[in-house]
T-cell receptor, first 114, second 109 residues
Framework: GAVVSQHPSWVICKSGTSVKIECRSL??????MFWYRQFPKQSLMLMAT?????????EQGVEKDKFLINHASLTLSTLTVTSAHPEDSSFYIC??????????FGPGTRLTVL | GQNIDQPTEMTATEGAIVQINCTYQ??????LFWYQQHAGEAPTFLSY??LDGLEEKGRFSSFLSRSKGYSYLLLKELQMKDSASYLC??????????WGAGTKLIIKP
């Protein structure tokens, strides 16, 4: 099956710093990627839909100036958490759409903000 | 509105069978997915149903009734490694996934 990678797998940062998370589709091109956030014992929450070459579409309640998404190529989307705070600590997961009804998930990035 | 309901937690015995139910109400429907998620890991795809009926894949089977807004995931011959959360998700008219809260399945020896 298709492979999606995320980097880093986990990151610890100080409050107020910015963190960039990369999501790559390794063996296919993805015009659409999704970014999810998952808090402990909760389900996945869609943050935004990232489309190659255009601005991301953010879900209601997600601050676009805080969570910057760049989908510069058909194989790479990045999520930058700007001025991170402890409440941003979460498990961030990306997925890449290979066709309408099929998405492949990355392994996730565990962010801890001190 | 959109709503997906599944039990929060279930317990079963190794070697037994367990059925995890999911009911949904969504605006637009392009199929229902079941994913398995182990703690600290991303979800992995188990099944996809878009037509009514039962889809069997090894030890796992998934059933869908669109008229009832109902699906279940059936796990047979349970193994300890099946201990995980099982997420039910529907795909809406925009091909976006709408996720349930997940069912934590605990397998006891």
């Amino acid at each position: 099956g298709a492979v999606v990678s995320q980097h880093p797998s986990w990151v610890i940062c100080k409050s107020g710093t910015s963190v960039k998370i990369e999501c790559r589709s390794l063996d296919f091109q993805a015009t659409t990627m999704f970014w999810y956030r998952q808090f402990p014992k909760q389900s996945l929450m869609l943050m935004a839909t990232s489309n190659e070459g255009s601005k991301a579409t953010y879900e209601q309640g997600v601050e676009k100036d805080k969570f910057l998404i760049n989908h510069a190529s058909l194989t790479l989307s990045t999520l930058t958490v700007t001025s991170a705070h402890p409440e941003d600590s979460s498990f961030y997961i990306c997925s890449a759409r290979i066709r309408d009804t099929e998405q492949f998930f990355g392994p996730g990035t565990r962010l801890t903000v001190l | 509105g959109q709503n997906i309901d599944q039990p929060t937690e279930m317990t079963a015995t190794e070697g037994a069978i367990v059925q995890i139910n999911c009911t949904y109400q969504t605006s637009g429907f392009n199929g229902l997915f079941w994913y398995q998620q182990h703690a600290g890991e991303a979800p992995t795809f188990l099944s996809y149903n878009v037509l009514d009926g039962l889809e069997e894949k090894g030890r796992f089977s998934s059933f869908l009734s669109r008229s009832k807004g109902y699906s279940y995931l059936l796990l047979k011959e349970l193994q300890m490694k099946d201990s995980a959360s099982y997420l039910c998700a529907t795909m809406d008219s925009n091909y976006q996934l709408i996720w349930g809260a997940g069912t934590k399945l605990i397998i006891k020896p």
